[in-house]
């Protein structure tokens, strides 16, 4: 944790948590997902990120200011959300700070819910979901919960970053990735990540609500896409759909 | 004084180049001045929209949550502007959206779009699907 970016915490926080994270990214599924999960299992604000890397924004919620980064939690979990998009020159110093923070309590286990765009959404009949791990111990857990690795190819984002430094630290990771539409907010997507993080986790919620409001979602979302779609713009999102060419 | 001028590399130029055009990118967003989503008057929301151009055709899709298929209205103002409006199902205020310092409610969504290339106006075919609007446009073929 740097000066630039630091975790207030606001009670104590329980060891040997699950680590989650909801971050604006492709069909905003991380953060429609955190948002489900946060009423479902009814978590409260435990920790906030304090950070001059930001843009000077700050939440209200009930006329009271809060950081757009903060932490969730309960006994058992840990949810890290951002309700504004990561600039991609702030994305390596802000992740590293909550992931160090989310070591030193012992988490248990890092996981990103985000998505991975796929060309023909609209016509997809299903969703499929995919996931990376930070260890070789982590693609067996991954196996094990019934999810399909992403062997091959590019991710760009906090989810990223996330995997790779949990992989230096040797922190327990998986980043869980549901296809989706790239440029639209995508609530049956954010549905099919909480079911593989079901199965990788055993953090279960019930996606009935959410897909019921899932329209509702799309409208109240439209503004934190738009904002989104600009940021992974400059941080050359696009090289998720490119073929990768592997230097051996 | 003698001035020294110094050769520059075809990498220089190419690297002054594109700073040049940096520049000007970040003057011409800058001139724009950023505005809502959405229009009181109007009682409208902007839909979220994309488009792609493709070697034969261009693909316009617009994300129309909670409307009814059946006023959905695609115009050809022009043979490069499309104007796209939709009813919702369900009037929704502010309040909902969780804003509580204005009032007021909408009950449509509505948008323009200009196509950067021809096509065929009149060959447009429109797909509604979970309130996703796909518009599939041939491009006009150069002879």
């Known amino acids: ?248 | 004084m003698a001035i020294e001028k110094k050769k520059r590399s075809f990498i220089d130029v190419f690297d002054e180049y594109f700073d040049d055009m940096e520049r000007e990118l970040d003057r011409w967003r800058e001139s724009f001045v950023e505005g809502p989503s959405w229009n009181l008057k109007a009682s409208t929301m902007e839909p979220l929209k994309n488009m792609r151009v493709l070697p034969t055709e261009v693909v316009v899709t617009v994300d129309l949550p909670l409307t009814k298929e059946s006023s959905l209205k695609v115009k050809a103002l022009d043979q490069r502007t499309l104007e796209i409006s939709a009813e919702m199902r369900r009037k929704m205020s502010f309040k909902e959206l969780g804003v509580t310092h204005h009032k007021g409610e909408f009950q449509r969504f509505h948008a323009h779009m200009q196509v950067p290339v021809a096509v065929q106006m009149k060959k447009m075919k429109t797909k509604f699907k979970k309130g996703m609007l796909e518009i599939h446009l041939p491009r006009k073929q150069k002879r």
């Open chain 1, 1 to 248: 944790m740097t000066e630039e970016a630091k975790i207030i915490e606001k009670r104590k926080i329980p060891s040997g948590t699950i680590m989650m994270f909801g971050f604006p990214d492709v069909g905003l599924v991380g953060v429609i997902a955190a948002s489900h999960l946060i009423e479902e299992l009814d978590l409260d604000e435990v920790a906030y990120l304090d950070s001059t890397l930001l843009p000077p924004i700050i939440v209200l919620h009930e006329g009271l200011p809060h950081s757009p980064i903060r932490v969730f939690g309960n006994d058992s979990v840990l949810l890290a959300v951002s309700e504004t998009p990561l600039a991609a020159d702030t994305i390596y110093p802000i992740m590293y700070a909550l992931i160090d923070w989310g070591k030193s309590k012992n988490v248990k286990m890092m996981v990103s819910l985000s998505g991975i765009p796929l060309e023909e959404r609209q016509d997809a009949k299903e969703l499929k979901v995919f996931a990376a791990g930070s260890s070789p111990e982590m693609l067996k857990t991954i196996k094990d919960g019934g999810v399909e690795i992403l062997s091959e190819g590019y991710m760009v984002g906090p989810q990223a970053i996330m995997l790779q430094r949990c992989s230096q630290l040797g922190v327990p990771a998986v980043t869980l990735l549901a296809q989706c539409f790239y440029n639209y907010p995508d609530p049956e997507a954010a549905a099919e990540v909480l079911k593989g993080l079901a199965g990788i986790t055993g953090v279960k919620v019930d996606v009935a609500k959410l897909l019921e409001k899932g329209e509702e979602i799309r409208v109240k979302a439209r503004d934190v896409m738009k904002r989104t779609q600009q940021e992974m713009s400059n941080m050359k999102k696009g090289q998720e759909y490119d073929i990768p060419m592997y230097v051996s």
